[in-house]
Nanobody, 121 residues
C-alpha cells in the first residue's frame, strides 16, 4: 500500500513561517516529480510548487520568493518552507507525487490526505 502523509500544518500569524513535510511510503520503485498543491474554501486546487527528481523547481507566481520546495530522495520526502505568509495562503495543502511502482509499470499520480494551513491574526 502506497501512502503520502503530510505533516506540519497549523495556525500562523501573517508574516510568519511554517514548514510542511510529506513522506512517501510503501512499495515504491522510484519517485519522479513531487509537489505541493493547495485548495482554499470555495476555490479550485492549485499548484503551489513542484520539484523533479533532479531538483528542478517550479513555483506559482503568488509564492515565488516566499516559498521553497525541497526533497530528500533517500527518505522519499518533500518539504515546503513557507515564509512571509499571507492570509491568502490559507488552505489545505496536499502533497502529490508521480510514482513508479515497478519497472515497466505506468507512472501513477498519488495524493496525500492534506494538511490545513491557516494564516490569521
Amino acid at each position: 500500500q502506497v501512502q503520502l502523509v503530510e505533516s506540519g500544518g497549523g495556525l500562523v500569524q501573517p508574516g510568519g513561517s511554517l514548514r510542511v513535510s510529506c513522506a512517501a511510503s510503501g512499495n515504491i520503485f522510484s519517485i519522479y516529480a513531487m509537489g505541493w498543491y493547495r485548495q482554499a474554501p470555495g476555490k479550485q486546487r492549485e499548484l503551489v510548487a513542484s520539484i523533479t527528481n533532479g531538483g528542478s523547481t517550479n513555483y506559482a507566481d503568488s509564492v515565488k520568493g516566499r516559498f521553497t520546495i525541497s526533497r530528500d530522495n533517500a527518505k522519499n520526502m518533500v518539504y515546503l518552507e513557507m515564509n512571509s505568509l499571507k492570509p491568502e495562503d490559507t488552505g489545505v495543502y496536499y502533497c502529490h507525487a508521480s510514482l513508479l511502482l515497478r519497472v515497466g509499470s505506468p507512472v501513477i499520480p498519488s495524493w496525500g490526505q492534506g494538511t490545513q494551513v491557516t494564516v490569521s491574526s
